[in-house]
């Protein structure tokens, strides 16, 4: 079986880069749970990072917004401001959007560059946290729907799995807003074998106090047919896990880590029976 590529792109609360290596680490260790004879070689990481590219404009427009030091719920109101902020910042034709965009091509082609992927074949899992499961779907649409010479595994082409947390997505799926943002995608990669193909899902995780987070299924037929569940966990910590401010909470916690791992040793576990 050949090795995975699994690559990680963050959200709102997560503008640091190196922010998923303890992610990392916690898949790595279920996965090797999960089954005799895994390796930690099994699995090739590679983390995405835009937060650089709004991090001094968003926070340039709280201090502005509150110069008289008064605004109360400032974790909460961060979380709200930002994504609103980042609704107007990440919209087609924005420079702040062909950014993000080119951050993610480019980040896609330096993991293809990896000595241990291969272009053609090398299974892709993509891991998006918050605003990242936006950019990501409409991403991985945009590259389906494209003519693009790039290699397989740039082009989606190879993708296998893809796993969406703490995400707003389906606040653009408001039927009136006609976003190009708020359109679902086929995650299955067109150059899949066929039983690599069977398995590729597209599962979205979320906790029902993150006000940020959204089921997908139920937003349209494309979504119903494109996600393949939506599961409800409850992360953060004692302090966190009952409020909005668990938005922040999956990187950490095994009721997320832990699914993602047993999907992970799925996907690369033999299948004799499809064969």
């Known amino acids: ?37 895994r390796l930690e070689d099994d699995l090739l990481f590679h983390e995405i990072y835009w937060g650089d590219l709004v991090k001094e404009e968003l926070e340039s427009f709280r ?36 950014a993000i965009n080119n951050r993610i091509k480019d980040g896609l082609r330096k993991f293809a560059s990896h000595r241990r992927v291969d272009t053609e074949s090398t299974p892709l899992v993509i891991l998006a946290h918050s605003y990242g499961g936006v950019m990501m779907t409409h991403y991985i649409r945009m590259m389906k729907e494209s003519n693009s010479e790039l290699n397989n595994f740039e082009t989606m082409k190879t993708l296998a799995g893809y796993i969406t947390f703490g995400n707003p997505l ?32 597209w599962y979205n995780f979320y906790d029902k106090d993150d006000i940020v987070a959204y089921p997908l299924k139920g937003l349209s037929d494309d979504f119903n047919a494109h996600v393949d569940g939506d599961f409800e966990i409850n992360v953060g910590s004692a302090a966190t896990s009952w409020n909005p401010a668990c938005h ?19 996907l690369r576990a033999p299948h004799a029976f499809w064969q």
């Open 63 to 98: 201090a502005k917004a509150n110069y008289k030091g008064d605004l109360a719920y400032q974790n909460l109101r961060q979380i709200m401001t930002d994504t609103q902020a980042l609704s107007l910042l990440y919209t087609p034709g924005t420079e702040t959007y062909e």
């Open 1 to 37: 079986m050949k090795r995975l590529a699994i690559a990680v792109i963050h959200g709102l609360g997560s503008e640091e880069e190196f922010y998923s290596v303890e992610l990392k680490h916690r898949i790595t260790e279920e996965y090797l749970k999960g089954a005799e004879g």
């Open 170 to 201: 389906g606040v653009y799926a408001i039927n009136g807003a006609n976003s190009e943002l708020g359109l679902s995608c086929d995650i299955v990669g067109e150059a899949l074998p066929e039983d690599m193909a069977k398995r590729a899902k």
């Open 248 to 266: 922040t909470g999956y990187w950490e916690d095994v009721d997320f880590y832990k699914p993602v791992a047993e999907f992970i040793g799925e």
